[in-house]
């Protein structure tokens, strides 16, 4: 039974040359290249996105200072057509947003989601304001009971924690 990369914790990047053939080259230079390929015992297709990285600080004689780095995200039939025909967006990372293949640990590929960064900029937000909301408290002279009680609500619902 043939397994889908979709199915799998980790993906041997050897795995990954032996099935991936591509289907449309979307652009190339020196330093990122985008394509489209395809796993031959699938059929399913994924956006490949390859950049080369340049280490400044690269030290030691074996050290080229330069090293390549490889995302895969899948894409269905209608983004396959609309990226072929060049009628989609690609680049990364602005049109990255579905979990997607990158290289990893011991030459493996391993899954990762992008939306954390979504989630990150909510948790910013709610740090914020229950910071504010304790700065205001610490300057207010009131410290009695039912001030304190107002407080840990303001923050519950700000938290999302209603108990009603």
């Known amino acids: 039974m043939v397994m889908s990369f979709t199915d799998m914790r980790r993906v041997p990047s050897d795995w990954l040359q032996e099935r991936l053939e591509t289907v449309k080259s979307l652009n190339d230079d020196k330093i990122e290249m985008y394509e489209v390929a395809k796993d031959k015992l699938t059929g399913e297709h994924y956006l490949h996105y390859a ?7 690269a030290i030691g004689p074996e050290s080229t200072g330069e090293e ?21 967006s690609f680049t990364y990372p602005d049109h990255w947003n ?9 030459g ?4 990762f989601d992008p939306s954390y960064t979504d989630q990150e900029g909510e948790s910013e937000e709610i740090g914020a304001s229950l910071q504010d909301q304790l700065l205001r408290f610490k300057q207010s002279p009131e410290r009695s009971e039912e ?16 108990d009603n």
């Open 51 to 57: 950049y080369l990285h340049k280490q400044v600080a």
């Open 98 to 106: 579905k979990t997607f293949l990158r290289n990893g640990p011991d």
């Open 147 to 162: 001030a304190v009680r107002k407080l840990l609500e303001e923050l519950d619902r700000t938290l999302g924690k209603d």
């Open 68 to 88: 390549t780095f490889h995302h895969l995200m899948p894409i269905d039939s209608d983004d396959v057509l609309g990226l072929v025909f060049g009628e989609q």
């Open 108 to 111: 493996d590929y391993v899954w």
